[in-house]
């Protein structure tokens, strides 16, 4: 149950896109397609972002958009806001458990 | 608009026992399997346990394997976590979660 693998920071400029990437291995980003990205701004709860490695729910901009190919997992960000700022976590399905990534401080210059 | 409201945390001694709850509102709490997962002061996200929806299967991450119990009780819409044999390191909040709804979450802080 070894955590994903995320870059400690991005940051960006208000309007460029930014790509936060989550890799793990075959036993979970690689194997299932149950690939799900989180928002944390400070002292609140995980937000949903995207779910099952692509989709969003209700109510997620359409800035927010996620891929998968082999054992990495990524999130892109388009037209960034200062609302964007935070930490962002991706979380797979592995064998009968849950685990997530390391987390991403995403920074808006 | 759906409700998960975690409580029972509080300050605990080292090798003591806690429960927490979490209330279930406006969700249909027993279709769905739900998570416990914490966060340690400054730190990332945790997951912690699952349990199937109608409690037949329940996992545990390898951190609180046979020191937690996730359990729920449907009637009463309500998730639990039972934590026995508590260490410092288990300081952190503690969230549910289910179907991408989370709770506010509840703080346990193991110390002497």
Redesign the interface.
């Given at each position: 149950?070894s955590?994903l693998t995320q870059p400690a920071s991005v940051s960006g400029s208000p309007g460029q896109s930014i790509t936060i990437s989550c890799t793990g291995t075959s036993s979970d980003v690689g194997g299932y397609n149950f690939v799900?990205w989180?928002q944390?701004h400070p002292g609140k709860?995980?937000?949903?972002m995207i779910?099952e490695v692509s989709n969003r729910?209700s109510g997620v901009s359409i800035r927010f958009s996620g891929t998968k190919s082999g054992n990495t997992a990524s999130l892109t960000i388009s037209g960034l806001q200062a609302e964007d700022e935070a930490d962002y976590?991706c979380?797979s399905y592995t064998s009968?458990?849950?685990?997530?990534?390391?987390?991403t401080r995403v920074t808006v210059l | 608009q759906v409700h998960l409201v975690e409580s029972g945390g509080g300050v605990v001694q080292p090798g003591r026992s806690l429960r927490l709850s979490c209330a279930a509102s406006e969700f249909s709490f027993s279709s769905y399997g739900m998570?416990w997962?914490r966060q340690a002061p400054g730190k990332?996200?945790?997951?912690v346990s699952?349990i199937w929806y109608d409690g037949s299967?329940k996992?545990?991450?390898?951190s609180v394997k046979g020191r937690f119990t996730i359990s729920r009780d449907n009637a009463k819409n309500t998730l639990y976590l039972q934590m026995n044999s508590l260490r410092a390191e288990d300081t952190a909040v503690y969230?549910c979660?289910a179907s991408?709804?989370?709770?506010?979450?509840t703080l346990v802080t193991v110390s002497s």
């Amino acid at each position: 149950q070894s955590a994903l693998t995320q870059p400690a920071s991005v940051s960006g400029s208000p309007g460029q896109s930014i790509t936060i990437s989550c890799t793990g291995t075959s036993s979970d980003v690689g194997g299932y397609n149950f690939v799900s990205w989180y928002q944390q701004h400070p002292g609140k709860a995980p937000k949903l972002m995207i779910y099952e490695v692509s989709n969003r729910p209700s109510g997620v901009s359409i800035r927010f958009s996620g891929t998968k190919s082999g054992n990495t997992a990524s999130l892109t960000i388009s037209g960034l806001q200062a609302e964007d700022e935070a930490d962002y976590y991706c979380s797979s399905y592995t064998s009968n458990a849950g685990v997530f990534g390391t987390g991403t401080r995403v920074t808006v210059l | 608009q759906v409700h998960l409201v975690e409580s029972g945390g509080g300050v605990v001694q080292p090798g003591r026992s806690l429960r927490l709850s979490c209330a279930a509102s406006e969700f249909s709490f027993s279709s769905y399997g739900m998570h416990w997962v914490r966060q340690a002061p400054g730190k990332g996200l945790e997951w912690v346990s699952v349990i199937w929806y109608d409690g037949s299967y329940k996992y545990y991450a390898d951190s609180v394997k046979g020191r937690f119990t996730i359990s729920r009780d449907n009637a009463k819409n309500t998730l639990y976590l039972q934590m026995n044999s508590l260490r410092a390191e288990d300081t952190a909040v503690y969230y549910c979660a289910a179907s991408g709804y989370w709770g506010q979450g509840t703080l346990v802080t193991v110390s002497s």
